[in-house]
């Protein structure tokens, strides 16, 4: 009987963490940052093709696509974080139901706990490091006067 009851409060935690995830993903931030990336997504998808073309068009497009994959960055600082904090926080309150009953330590949980910390503090600067990175990679290198060249001769 105590097993039913532990199966039972395991899945009611279950449910209730499914339900406030539907709620956080259907948030105006998450959504806009699904239609961001999916934006980025089909940009980034032209402008390598028009690359692959060597068409002079495609290198302004690629210099809008670092801008908008900063502007993105930004984005995800400001707008994104707040939920995915929150996806967290649902994490934390789903796997503190496993200490509960049992089946993990209150020391694992606190690992757990800490490390989303850690990860929300770190990784959107990260990203921002590495999306300047590749922009300023990507200005240096369609900037190269044999780069230039190419997609001068690519069109005749």
């Excluded at 899945?11 to 934006?39: C, H, K, Q, T």
């Excluded at 994490?91 to 089946?103: A, E, S």
């Excluded at 300023?136 to 069109?155: D, E, H, L, N, T």
Aim: hydrophobic share 50%.
């Amino acid at each position: 009987e105590q097993a039913v009851q532990l199966r039972q409060r395991v899945e009611a935690a279950n449910e209730e963490a499914m339900y406030a995830l539907r709620e956080i993903m259907a948030s105006p931030g998450m959504r806009i940052g699904a239609v961001s990336s999916a934006l980025l997504c089909v940009v980034s998808l032209i402008a390598g093709t028009g690359l692959f073309l060597l068409e002079g068009w495609a290198k302004v497009l690629v210099f809008l696509q670092v801008g908008l994959l900063l502007l993105y960055r930004l984005l995800d600082l400001t707008l994104f974080m707040p939920e995915q904090k929150q996806i967290s926080e649902v994490i934390l309150r789903h796997h503190k139901v496993f200490v509960d009953v049992g089946l993990t330590d209150l020391a694992t949980h606190e690992q757990i706990r800490q490390g989303m910390q850690t990860l929300h503090a770190v990784q959107p600067w990260i990203r921002i490091l590495i999306s300047l990175a590749w922009g300023s990679f990507v200005i240096w290198f369609f900037r190269r006067p044999s780069v230039k060249a190419q997609f001068v001769s690519g069109r005749q």
